[in-house]
C-alpha cells in the first residue's frame, strides 16, 4: 500500500511566523502535489513537482513555496503565515506522468494561524 | 480548460436507499476522471476511476459510476445506502500540462437511519 504521511495532523501558529508542513511518501513516485481545501471551494492546486529540485505552481501559489530535496519527501512553506491560510491543507503523490495515474493523498493538516 | 461541476453540496438518503451523486465534466481532450470520497478527519481515497475501455467502471466499497461522453457526465452510484458511505465526495477530471487533477467541489453525503 502506498503511504503518504502529513508531519502534523493539527498545527496553530501566529500570525507573521514562518511555517513548515511536510509530507513524505514511501513509493518512490515522481509526483507530488500540495493541495488546500476548504469548504465549499473543493481542493484547489497550490504547488506540484515532478522531480526532485523540480517545482510547479499551481492556481494558488501566493504566500506559499516549495521545496523537495529528496524524491520522498516535499514540504509546503509558509513564508509569513497570515489568518487566510487558516485551512486544511492535503499532500499527494502520483507514480510518473500518466494521465491515468490517480493520486494518492495523505491525512491532511488542519492549519489554524491567529 | 478542462472543469468539473458537482450538482448538489448536500446530498440525503436514507440507509438502504438508492445514492446518486452528480458530476458533470468539460475537457477539450478525452477525459480521465476519478471519484474520491474523504471520511470526516480524513485524506482522500479513490473510489474509482475511468480511463479508456468499458463505460461502466466498478469501484469500491459498492460504488460504480458510468462515463457518457453525449452527456459529459460521471455519475456516481449505489443500490443501497449504508451508515458507513456518509462522508464527502469528490469528482476529479484530468487537466493541465502535467496532467493534474481538477476538482470538483465536492458533495457531503448524509444517510439517514
Given at each position: 500500500d502506498v503511504k503518504v504521511t502529513q508531519s502534523s495532523r493539527y498545527l496553530v501558529k501566529r500570525t507573521g511566523e514562518k511555517v513548515f508542513l511536510e509530507c513524505v511518501q514511501d513509493?518512490?513516485?515522481?509526483n507530488m502535489f500540495w493541495y488546500r481545501q476548504d469548504p465549499g471551494l473543493g481542493l484547489r492546486l497550490i504547488y506540484f513537482s515532478y522531480d526532485v529540485k523540480m517545482k510547479e505552481k499551481g492556481d494558488i501559489p501566493e504566500g506559499y513555496s516549495v521545496s523537495r530535496e529528496k524524491k520522498e519527501r516535499f514540504s509546503l512553506i509558509l513564508e509569513s503565515a497570515s489568518t487566510n491560510q487558516t485551512s486544511m491543507y492535503l499532500c499527494a503523490s502520483r507514480k510518473?506522468?500518466?494521465?491515468s495515474y490517480e493520486q494518492y493523498f495523505g491525512p491532511g493538516t488542519r492549519l489554524t494561524v491567529t | 480548460a478542462q472543469s468539473v461541476t458537482q450538482l448538489g453540496s448536500h446530498v440525503s438518503v436514507s440507509e438502504g436507499a438508492l445514492v446518486l451523486l452528480r458530476c458533470n465534466y468539460s475537457s477539450s481532450v478525452p477525459p480521465y476522471l476519478f471519484w474520491y470520497v474523504q471520511y470526516p478527519n480524513q485524506g482522500l481515497q479513490l473510489l474509482l476511476k475511468y480511463t479508456t475501455g468499458a463505460t461502466l467502471v466498478k469501484g469500491i466499497n459498492g460504488f460504480e459510476a458510468e462515463f457518457k461522453k453525449s452527456e459529459t457526465s460521471f455519475h456516481l452510484t449505489k443500490p443501497s445506502a449504508h451508515m458507513s458511505d456518509a462522508a464527502e465526495y469528490f469528482c476529479a477530471v484530468t487537466g493541465g500540462s502535467q496532467g493534474n487533477l481538477i476538482f470538483g467541489k465536492g458533495t457531503k453525503l448524509s444517510v439517514k437511519p
Open positions: 513509493m518512490d513516485h515522481e510518473g506522468q500518466g494521465l | -
